[in-house]
């Protein structure tokens, strides 16, 4: 694989993985201020209790993390390393 592709994998990579860690952000933000509101909505819809909601979000929270650090940002970090090390030889 040549440098360009290489370059313009990992660029794509570390965007996916930015723009998840806002979409994580954005999401956390909103379930803390609207806590109350969500948890009333949840309740009513699914008959979730607050505990339960809880749970539920710190295992979204957890997996989200996970798939941001292993399937988007370690690819790119190893692309950046092969990309760098193509330039020096």
């Known amino acids: 694989m040549d440098r360009e ?3 313009v994998f990992r660029n794509l990579l570390l965007r996916a993985f930015v723009i ?4 994580v952000l954005l999401i ?3 379930s803390m201020l609207l806590w109350d509101t969500f948890a009333g909505w949840m309740h009513h819809l ?3 209790d607050e505990k339960e909601l809880g749970r539920v979000l710190l295992g979204f929270f957890a997996n989200a ?4 650090v292993f399937l ?5 970090l190893a692309l950046h390393w092969t990309a760098r090390k193509q ?3």
């Open 5 to 7: 592709k290489i370059i």
């Open 20 to 23: 998840g860690v806002g979409f």
């Open 28 to 30: 956390f933000a909103a």
């Open 46 to 48: 699914f008959l979730v």
């Open 65 to 68: 993390r996970l798939i941001l």
């Open 72 to 76: 988007f940002l370690t690819p790119a």
């Open 87 to 89: 330039s020096r030889d």
